[in-house]
């Protein structure tokens, strides 16, 4: 099977991808391979970071079966939540039943891990992962922040299995795949401006 690649012939307009890019959640089993990810991994540590910190690192999950055990961690994470917070005599409505595969059979996973430097660690792992997502709509590839992946990733289990230290916590999972298809466009509110002296 063909791979992806990220060549400077496949790549749009900044303001195209910042207007184009949206969540993609239907992926082709194409593999990604190594070279796309880590195009992909260069662009986020482009990202903008407090006094040059650069708190971020990486795990790229490309197993299915490790995929599939994320999952339904993740599921039963989001279960064992709802019912440590349920009150008695009252039914819990999430409103959210989440798909048999929480990472829609998208090939890879990118998980940008924070460690714990400066107050503006969360900031900087975000800036990273949207540069990601970025990258990755210019060069024709699809992304999709899952955020009940977070729970679990977080666990001692997971960490361990992963290789990750302790004291950094995971905050951006993100799927990365060929999109099977063009995701419809999402409307926008204009910007509400609060001030503008």
């Given at each position: 099977?063909?791979?992806?690649?990220?060549?400077p012939?496949?790549?749009?307009?900044?303001?195209?991808?910042?207007k184009?890019?949206?969540?993609?959640?239907?992926?082709?089993?194409?593999?990604?391979?190594?070279e796309?990810?880590?195009?992909?991994?260069?662009?986020?540590?482009?990202?903008?970071?407090?006094?040059?910190?650069?708190?971020?690192?990486f795990?790229?999950i490309?197993?299915?079966?490790?995929?599939?055990?994320?999952s339904?961690?993740?599921?039963?994470?989001m279960?064992?939540?709802?019912?440590?917070?349920?009150?008695?005599?009252?039914?819990?409505?999430?409103?959210?039943?989440?798909?048999?595969?929480?990472?829609?059979?998208?090939?890879?996973?990118?998980?940008?891990?924070?460690?714990?430097?400066?107050?503006?660690?969360?900031?900087?792992?975000?800036?990273?992962?949207?540069?990601?997502?970025?990258?990755?709509?210019?060069?024709g590839?699809?992304?999709?922040?899952?955020?009940?992946?977070?729970?679990?990733?977080?666990?001692?289990e997971?960490?361990?299995?992963?290789?990750?230290?302790?004291?950094?916590t995971?905050?951006?999972?993100?799927?990365?795949?060929?999109?099977?298809?063009?995701?419809p466009?999402?409307?926008?509110?204009?910007?509400?401006i609060?001030?503008?002296?």
């Amino acid at each position: 099977m063909q791979q992806a690649q990220i060549t400077p012939e496949n790549t749009v307009n900044i303001m195209d991808a910042v207007k184009g890019r949206r969540s993609v959640r239907s992926y082709k089993p194409q593999a990604l391979g190594y070279e796309a990810i880590h195009a992909l991994l260069k662009a986020a540590v482009q990202a903008p970071t407090a006094v040059h910190e650069e708190p971020w690192a990486f795990a790229v999950i490309e197993s299915r079966e490790m995929l599939k055990r994320l999952s339904d961690s993740a599921k039963q994470a989001m279960t064992d939540m709802e019912r440590s917070i349920h009150v008695p005599g009252r039914q819990m409505k999430s409103g959210f039943t989440p798909p048999d595969d929480i990472f829609y059979h998208a090939p890879a996973l990118v998980v940008i891990y924070g460690k714990p430097m400066s107050p503006f660690v969360v900031a900087d792992c975000w800036l990273a992962a949207e540069n990601l997502m970025l990258a990755a709509y210019g060069a024709g590839l699809g992304t999709c922040v899952i955020g009940l992946a977070v729970a679990a990733l977080n666990t001692p289990e997971w960490k361990k299995e992963l290789g990750v230290p302790d004291g950094m916590t995971a905050y951006a999972p993100i799927i990365v795949g060929m999109p099977n298809g063009a995701a419809p466009p999402v409307p926008r509110k204009e910007p509400e401006i609060l001030a503008w002296k």
